[in-house]
Nanobody
Framework: QVRLVESGGGLVQPGGSLRLSCAAS????????WAWYRQAPGKQRELVAL???????SYGESVKGRFAIFRDNAKNTVDLQMNSLKSEDTAAYYC?????????WGQGTQVTVSS
């Protein structure tokens, strides 16, 4: 059974950085594409960053140049480095395989950017 556990969120000031981590069990992260998503209150879940099986990455326009997605095969995790955070980055963040390969969603990790 696949289980995804996100961590690393918290309260950070605008301009700050956070690194989120997604620990996967029941699946080998090296053999799949992975993505980070976020959902702000009252908004739909949106894809933030994607890493393919071949290590190519892509990002949503709003985070391009500020966020970076990494895969650590030894730890079986998928991380998201977030720099230059803005108030509009405030959301719950989730990792998952990209649609249509979604696995059961984890609980997410809350990121709040506020002074």
């Amino acid at each position: 059974q696949v289980r995804l556990v996100e961590s690393g969120g918290g309260l950070v000031q605008p301009g700050g950085s956070l690194r989120l981590s997604c620990a996967a069990s029941g699946i080998d992260v090296s053999k799949n594409a992975w993505a980070w998503y976020r959902q702000a209150p009252g908004k739909q879940r949106e894809l933030v960053a994607l890493i393919t099986n071949f290590e190519s990455t892509s990002y949503g326009e709003s985070v391009k140049g500020r966020f970076a997605i990494f895969r650590d095969n030894a730890k079986n995790t998928v991380d998201l480095q977030m720099n230059s955070l803005k108030s509009e980055d405030t959301a719950a963040y989730y990792c998952n395989a990209p649609f249509p390969l979604h696995r059961p969603w984890g609980q997410g990790t809350q990121v709040t950017v506020s002074s």
